[in-house]
């Protein structure tokens, strides 16, 4: 009889995802010869090895790979007989891990921890930004309870709550602050500055444009919108930003930010979890206090005509 334990279980998923030993066994807050002495164990019980070893890096087994399925299913499987615990117990309480894209994060996480906090005392909030990509991977292997990203996300298997709209707008340098606020087309003809491949903001931005990603107007790929507004303040070119980064990025810098004339280019916030979690009412609960937490975030109203406050130098 074959006796694996929930700790063997998620060891071995560590190991699968990290694709090394070291790193697995710091993600799991062990020694590296204490994991690798589990993973052993384990092989010895399945009578074949489940990773083939090399210097640099581990590779999954036919059985390895087979093995994985089935035990990311079991420990999803007992991460939602936990959540069924916590659904009947009242207010949530415990770790709570949430995902969060870069390009809101800076902006609007920390607001969200004070109102949740605020909310649910007994709430241990763990946050982690990534992008999008990487946090709805996670959040259906049951690694994040939920995701805060731009919609949709297009997954069968989770369940979208739409939070609000936001607008994205134009930031370049102070000298052009009295030129028109340019269109799609002329933006096209314009040194643009955006995000690197795989974050989704870039991807909404350069569809607003109606750019490709190998036009030669791209003139830089930043790594976040801090890089990119600084840029700009050098004279590198122009950017567009959503409107809750205007605050904290262009507070600095000797900037022009206003609104597009028409057309306004804009993203969907919301939240994102698996339609099995049997948390959905409280996490609905928690999607309103981050919808009002959202409020505090929004820069004053502007229109084309009464553009937005500029940034002194």
């Known amino acids: 009889m074959i006796n694996v334990t929930l700790k063997q279980f998620r060891y071995f998923d560590a190991l699968a995802r990290f694709g090394h030993f070291g790193r697995a066994a710091e993600a799991c807050a062990i020694s590296q010869p204490a994991l690798s002495a589990q993973i052993k164990e384990l092989e010895a019980m399945l009578g074949a090895p489940l990773v083939e070893r090399t210097a640099r890096k581990i590779h999954l087994t036919t059985l390895g790979e087979d093995f994985l399925q089935r035990a990311r299913k079991i420990l999803a499987d007992v991460e939602e007989m936990s959540e069924l615990a916590r659904s009947a117990e009242g207010p949530l309480k415990g770790a709570l891990r949430i995902g969060v894209i870069p390009t809101i994060a800076p902006y609007l996480l920390p607001t969200i921890i004070k109102r949740l ?12 930004e990534s992008i999008t990509q990487s946090l709805i991977a996670d959040l259906l292997e049951s690694r994040l309870d939920f995701v805060v990203a731009a919609l949709p996300i297009s997954e069968p298997a989770l369940r979208e709550f739409a939070l609000f709209d936001e607008e994205f707008v134009l930031v370049r340098p102070i000298k052009d602050a009295q030129k028109p606020v340019p269109s799609p087309s002329k933006l096209q003809e314009m040194k643009l500055l955006l995000l690197e491949e795989g974050h989704c903001f870039r991807d909404q931005a350069l569809s607003f444009c109606e750019m490709r990603p190998s036009d030669p107007s791209l003139v830089m790929e930043g ?29 600095a810098a000797g900037l022009d930010v206003a609104r597009f004339a028409r057309n306004q280019p804009k993203r969907t916030i919301g939240m994102v979890w698996r339609k099995t979690s049997p948390l959905s009412k409280q996490f609905m609960e928690i999607g309103a206090v981050i919808r009002q937490a959202s409020q505090t975030r929004q820069i004053p109203e502007a229109s084309p005509d009464r553009p937005l406050p500029r940034a002194p130098r």
Not at 117 to 128: C, E, F
């Open 223 to 251: 790594s976040s919108l801090a890089t990119l507004v600084q840029m700009v303040d050098a004279g590198l070119g122009v950017t567009v930003i959503p409107e809750m980064a205007v605050p904290l990025e262009t507070k």
């Open 117 to 128: 906090s605020g909310h649910l005392p007994d709430l241990d909030l763990l946050p982690r």
